[in-house]
């Protein structure tokens, strides 16, 4: 046993290592790629070693060899390691689970690596004091921090904070490209929202960036997370030199490329960024190397972004292109003030049947307006503009309206009418567009029956968000889009 004060690392002959178990030769990342994602964005540098969509090895030499054993990963205070899901040069993050609360947390442990240990020890406590003075929903949490010593004899500060459900937004966009407006303004209310928590704390992040906002459109939530560069707007204590470039290139404002001081109105730059990005698809400056975009940051012009998306409401345009100003002072004043702006947009396009910006038009037919509803709302934050037909006839004078729908998903339990004779009827007159076919779990014989019929797949109530969006991508060839 390994022991400072209370804090203590122990390697148990059994762990709680589910599917992962530890293995000497080989130590698995998790093989769950929605945790590997959230927590290598927990990270306080931006270079990463973990399992995106497969397992793969890690190097026991970036890791702390305290942790590394035939009997075990053992556990830092009351949480017990069962993973490990990020390293870096700053430290390493571990997958963990905390007893006393039932869940799982993760675990950031610094690096006994580092040449200059005592600024990193200063970094790294930083990071859990910023955490600290936040208490906001959109911000992950610290739970709790503490120092551990290693059997060298080395002692290193860890930290544990919360798991922040769902995906990097960076995922998201690297996966469907850009974003229908409304999810772009639900994003970045979200977003700036949690901002506005940190600066009222009197905090600059200083590293907003995709990769940095977790995104759960099941609970309809953001977190920010990753304060490894985050400081004090007034900071007596400078523990990096003012000309030390800190960031994520594409995402730093131009005074970060100047090695100024930075404070709140550098956190909205970026925040001006993230929303051209999911506009676009890209962010505004792009290039080779990082010189070239240092150059453009500062002094290039962005391509309009309407130029890019015309769908766009003038109000959302004008706000991000007042954000990527140049001049600090010419930005919004605040957190708040973007929050406003964003709540005052009107989208420029209201309907779903003609929003350019989603990659697939869906007619839901269903009589169950409450989960029609909430059907909706949530396929409009996967980009998929969906209507719903409450009878036979509201579906067949849907289906012949310009533009026609990309694909029909058709309830089995229709109401007063057979789903089946439905299905019959649009194989019957329109076999070219794809149906999809709801159901529940007591009633599969019928979605085997509709498969038989020429139906491209079946779902099963209660329906998953990620797991509809999938099946629609994955079996649907959109139609034309091109108004006659």
């Not at 075990?72 to 963990?96: E, N, P």
């Not at 890019?308 to 605040?334: C, F, M, V, W, Y």
């Not at 067949?396 to 026609?404: A, N, T, V």
Request: negative net charge; aromatic residues 6%; hydrophobic residues 40%.
């Amino acid at each position: 046993m390994l022991h400072d004060g209370e804090v203590s690392v122990r390697r148990p002959a059994e762990t709680r290592m589910g599917s992962n178990a530890f293995n000497s030769e080989h130590d698995p990342l998790s093989g769950d790629s929605v945790w590997n994602d959230e927590i290598a964005c927990l990270m306080a540098d931006s270079v990463f070693h973990f399992a995106d969509d497969q397992q793969k090895e890690l190097n026991p030499a970036d890791t702390t060899t305290a942790f590394h054993s035939h009997q075990g990963m053992g556990h830092i205070d009351k949480y017990v390691l069962t993973s490990v899901l990020g390293t870096g040069g700053m430290g390493i993050v571990f997958r963990a689970f905390d007893p006393s609360e039932d869940c799982d947390v993760c675990v950031k442990l610094m690096s006994h690596t580092l040449k200059d240990k005592r600024n990193a020890r200063l970094r790294f406590e930083r990071e859990a004091s910023m955490l600290r003075m936040v208490r906001h929903h959109n911000v992950v949490r610290l739970l709790q921090q503490g120092n551990v010593k290693l059997e060298n004899g080395t002692s290193l500060p860890w930290m544990a904070m919360s798991l922040a459900p769902g995906r990097p937004l960076d995922k998201l966009l690297k996966k469907e490209g850009r974003f229908a407006e409304n999810r772009i303004l639900w994003i970045g209310k979200e977003l700036t929202r949690g901002l506005a928590a940190i600066h009222e704390a009197g905090i600059v992040h200083r590293d907003l960036k995709p990769s940095n906002l977790i995104v759960d459109e099941n609970s309809d939530r953001l977190s920010i997370i990753d304060f490894g560069l985050a400081r004090p707007l007034r900071n007596s204590t400078m523990i990096t030199r003012s000309d030390q470039l800190l960031g994520t290139p594409a995402y730093m404002s131009p005074e970060q490329f100047k090695g100024a001081p930075p404070d709140h109105r550098t956190d909205l730059y970026s925040v001006g960024v993230i929303l051209y990005t999911m506009a676009a698809g890209i962010p505004p400056f792009v290039a080779n190397d990082w010189s070239a975009l240092r150059n453009r940051v500062m002094t290039g012009k962005a391509e309009p972004v309407d130029q890019l998306r015309p769908d766009l409401s003038e109000g959302l345009r004008q706000l991000i292109h007042t954000l990527l100003e140049k001049n600090p002072a010419r930005r919004l004043a605040s957190a708040v003030a973007v929050v406003h702006a964003l709540e005052s947009v009107e989208p420029k396009v209201e309907s779903a049947a003609h929003d350019p910006s989603a990659w697939c038009r869906v007619i839901l037919a269903d009589d169950d307006e409450q989960f029609g509803k909430a059907a909706i709302h949530r396929m409009k934050l996967k980009g998929v503009a969906m209507r719903q037909a409450l009878t036979p006839f509201e579906l067949f004078r849907m289906i012949s309206e310009k533009p026609g729908p990309d694909a029909v998903l058709v309830d089995m339990a229709y109401g007063d009418h057979d789903g089946m004779d439905v299905v019959r009827q649009l194989r019957e007159e329109r076999p070219e567009l794809p149906v999809l076919v709801l159901t529940s779990a007591r009633s599969i014989d019928k979605a085997v029956a509709a498969m038989k019929l020429g139906c491209k797949d079946f779902l099963c109530k209660p329906l998953e968000d990620d797991n509809l969006a999938r099946v629609i991508r994955d079996t649907i060839v959109p139609n034309d889009r091109t108004d006659a």
